[in-house]
């Protein structure tokens, strides 16, 4: 997971400050912890594994049920202040 961000800003500012979210990256080792896991990189075999998906997908940056105040705005991986 990526180390936790932060950002720092003043009120009133004419070009808002603006925070890219970091992604979540896969462990190499995490390839190997389960038959499942395994069978998506296999190269012994015929075929050879299909690979998995290992794309980061951000759906929220807030607790489930609670709101964003609105001088944030999200536009995919960007926060907006």
């Known amino acids: 997971m990526p180390t936790p961000q932060s950002l720092i800003t003043t009120v009133k ?3 808002p400050d603006t925070l890219t979210i970091n992604h ?3 462990d190499p080792a ?3 912890t389960t038959p499942a896991i395994r069978a998506c990189y296999r190269t ?3 075929p050879v594994g299909p690979g ?3 794309a980061t ?3 929220n940056v807030i607790e489930q049920g609670a709101t964003m105040p ?3 705005v999200r536009t995919l991986d960007v926060i907006s202040v």
């Open 13 to 15: 500012k004419e070009t």
């Open 24 to 26: 979540a990256t896969v």
């Open 30 to 32: 995490s390839k190997t």
């Open 44 to 46: 012994d075999t015929n």
């Open 52 to 54: 998995c998906d290992e």
């Open 57 to 59: 997908v951000i759906t």
């Open 70 to 72: 609105a001088f944030f």
